[in-house]
């Protein structure tokens, strides 16, 4: 408080406002579960899906080109030749990598899916502070077919591309939701990093112009030393990366952009070091996957799932 106000940051007469937004802050974050779970009851009795069997995942909804990039994954232990021509690079020398997940069929199936929701009289909640405009898939009740995506496709591609991420626990939680950007509403998005250990960023589609995605370097480099490369938002393709690398997108100039983005996590890499505060956690007891934290015995602390 003291080094805060010497610094320019708060008088000593807004103390009590700053007090005030942290008091609402902590309650807010601390009834995301209690207020999702609600939600997700109540869009269960009162939702009526367009297309029932997007909710369950199955082959036909990936590419021959994505299968193929799994297969070699789950029969490889390093980075070989035959997986180098499977996966496109999106910024050479930042591990970054393009990977066309799914057919135009399902993406155009579950855009209208997603459209139709959003206009459903149901509570949606959203993806984060930072976007005001998305779904919280799992709300949707699309549980089965994220654990099945993450366990069985994406998490396999994932242990080889970035084994320094995935540790011991290989990537066993994610956080899904998708990011509607048009003019008016989300434009862009400021330059940041997940809490993730991997991060897929899929364009379902949709027409439009800009947003284009700009990369810098991992979280734990001074901003001011982070030189930034540029790469296109490509409709029906994702860009899979390291989720502490900072990244940003630039304005959508025009059209509509909607993007399926699932942050996976590694409970052993997190649960050593904190991937926000960069701390060892103290785990406290949580519903669900609790972002990403193993439940584990630790002295002198809570547990948290």
């Not at 959203?126 to 549980?143: A, C, F, S, V, W």
């Not at 320094?164 to 290989?170: A, E, H, K, R, V």
Request: net charge neutral; aromatic share 10%; hydrophobic share 35%.
């Amino acid at each position: 408080m003291i080094v805060l106000t010497a610094r320019g940051c708060c008088t000593d007469s807004q103390w009590d406002e700053v007090f005030q937004e942290l008091e609402k802050e902590f309650a807010r974050r601390n009834s995301l579960d209690e207020n999702s779970r609600i939600r997700k009851e109540t869009i269960t009795k009162q939702y009526t899906p367009l297309h029932r069997d997007v909710y369950t995942l199955q082959q036909k909804f990936f590419t021959q080109e994505f299968l193929n990039l799994v297969e070699v994954c789950k029969n490889s232990s390093s980075f070989n030749s035959r997986l180098k021509s499977l996966v496109r690079d999106a910024c050479p020398g930042k591990l970054l990598y393009y990977i066309p997940v799914f057919t135009a069929e399902f993406c155009g199936k579950l855009m209208e899916e997603l459209i139709n929701f959003e206009k459903a009289p149901c509570p949606k909640g959203r993806p984060n502070t930072m976007n005001n405009y998305g779904i919280l898939i799992n709300e949707l009740g699309m549980d089965s077919f994220l654990n099945n995506l993450r366990e069985e496709y994406l998490a396999p591609v994932c242990t080889v591309l970035f084994p320094d991420w995935c540790g011991t626990s290989g990537l066993d939680s994610h956080k899904a939701f998708t990011v509607t950007y048009k003019l008016g509403e989300d434009e862009d998005l400021n330059y940041h990093f997940d809490n993730a250990e991997v991060t897929l960023n899929f364009c379902l589609g949709q027409n439009f112009s800009g947003g284009q995605l700009y990369f810098g370097n991992m979280y734990d480099m001074p901003v001011d030393m982070s030189l930034c490369t540029t790469t296109p938002n490509r409709p029906l393709m994702g860009i899979l990366h390291r989720g502490r690398q900072r990244h940003g997108a630039l304005p959508i100039t025009s059209g509509e952009r909607y993007n399926l983005i699932i942050w996976m996590r590694s409970s052993s890499v997190r649960s050593a070091m904190c991937p926000m505060c960069k701390r060892k956690p103290v785990l406290v007891r949580a519903d669900g996957f609790g972002d990403g934290f193993k439940q584990v015995a630790m002295a002198g602390s809570h547990n948290q799932n």
